[in-house]
Structures are given as structure tokens and as C-alpha cells.
């Protein structure tokens, strides 16, 4: 059974930055690809980046440039960091593995950017 357990969400000012994390229970060179995800009050739950087993990133068009996807196999874990945020970013992000066919999630971390 895979578990991804995401930390690092909080409180942030406009313009602050946090760094998300998303720890996997076994060796994330495993994965298809690992995605973050975030989902706010009313809305869907949209896809924020992605990254692949070859290392290939890909981003929401609303955080290009302010987001950034990586990863440590090492430490089997992918972060996200956040700079420059916006009230507009305040949801609940998830991360998601791509696993033998199967997709596992985290169970999410608020982030909150007040204005």
C-alpha cells in the first residue's frame, strides 16, 4: 500500500512563500509521476504541477513562474515551492502518485494566503 503524507501548509501573507512536501512509504522512482493538486471551497480540484519519472515539469498556467515542482528520491519525497502567493492560492493542496496503474493520494495540507 502506498501513503503520501503532505506538510509544510499554513498561514502566509500575499507575496510570502511556503514550501510543500509530499513523503512517500516507498521509492518515489517508482511512480509514474507525482502531481500536487489543490482544491478551494467551491471550486474542482485542479491540477498545480506535475512531474514525471524523467524529470519533465508541467504547471498550471495561474502559478507558472511562482511555482516550483521538484523532487529528492533520496529522501522519497517531491515538494512544491510556492513564491510570490496569492489570496487566490488559499486551498487545500493534495499530492498524487501514479503508481502500477493506481493513483494514491495524500491526505492534504491547507494553505492560506491572506491579503
Known amino acids: 500500500q502506498v501513503q503520501l503524507v503532505e506538510s509544510g501548509g499554513g498561514l502566509v501573507q500575499a507575496g510570502g512563500s511556503l514550501r510543500l512536501s509530499c513523503t512517500a512509504s516507498?521509492?518515489?522512482?517508482?511512480?509514474?509521476?507525482m502531481g500536487w493538486y489543490r482544491q478551494a471551497p467551491g471550486n474542482q480540484r485542479e491540477l498545480v504541477a506535475v512531474?514525471?519519472?524523467?524529470?519533465?515539469?508541467n504547471y498550471a498556467d495561474s502559478v507558472k513562474g511562482r511555482f516550483t515542482i521538484s523532487r529528492d528520491n533520496t529522501k522519497n519525497t517531491v515538494y512544491l515551492q510556492m513564491n510570490t502567493l496569492k489570496p487566490e492560492d488559499t486551498a487545500v493542496y493534495c499530492c498524487?502518485?501514479?503508481?502500477?496503474?493506481?493513483?494514491?493520494w495524500g491526505q492534504g495540507t491547507q494553505v492560506t494566503v491572506s491579503s
Open positions: 498524487k502518485a501514479n503508481y502500477v496503474g493506481d493513483n494514491y
Open positions: 512531474i514525471v519519472g524523467g524529470g519533465n515539469t
Open positions: 516507498i521509492s518515489i522512482s517508482r511512480f509514474y509521476n
